[in-house]
């Protein structure tokens, strides 16, 4: 195993391990808050540093930075049987979300996998609620 | 003798498959629903390691179809994600997946007092079901 392989590795590692400092907002700084009923907590990545947003049930309304890009990760444990346990990590990436608007993430099971979607609370949408197209990641 | 040894391996794992039942009384799975994804109701399945894919999809629309003549909305339309749901893309079937052994299905649901295009009535799906429970 070369160096390149091991710190792959342990990036990875650190990334699954649910590790990043708490956020919250400064005195008086926007946000946009990001409903986080399917996903529970949240780890986000901005500016190269992980930040980890704590959610369940009764908070799950919370408070994100508005105007820089945001790479979500969502790792769950989705469902165990005799002698396994099922987790599955979902990535989303946003260019910026905006301030004072309300958003949804969604966690969603889906055929070998699961995926995380981000929507706009939104009249203009048929549903209420408006997909975010996602960019490419850069994880941290 | 093997035709009858085989009949009752079949019917006793059909015995231990998820029954139509409410998910919050059973430790084995079963149907559960929640609102408020934008004007979308989450409608969901989960079975057992005994339950087939195909099984929770049909339970899934069972149960959407009760929650309709419950609300007194007689047609619903059905999406597989809120993606297809904004941009109207409808579904017949909801949308499943397999944990391990364990099979799964949900469909977020618009109910409407009318008929719309692709909508689904949920009188006649419950009507068969009746058919089929009288049968047992």
Redesign the interface.
Known sequence: MNIRKLLCGLGLAASLSGCGLPWAPENGEPTAIINL?STGSVLFCMDDKRYLVVAGAGIENRPFPVGRKLNFVVTKT????YN?T?SCSGRFAAEKLEAGKKY?L?Y?????GCRL?L?E?TED???????IKSVPRSDC | MKNCFAFIVVLGLSACATGYQNAALSISGGYTHSEGYGKLTKVEFFGNGFTSEERVKENTVRRIAELAITAKKPYFLMYQSIWQAHFGVTAKTPSSYVIGIKPGAYAYVLFLDEPAPGALEAAPILKKWEEIEAQK
């Open positions: 009923r989705v469902g165990s049987d396994y099922y949804y969604a969603e099971l889906v055929q070998q979607e929507y609370q949408s048929p549903v209420g609620l408006r997909p």
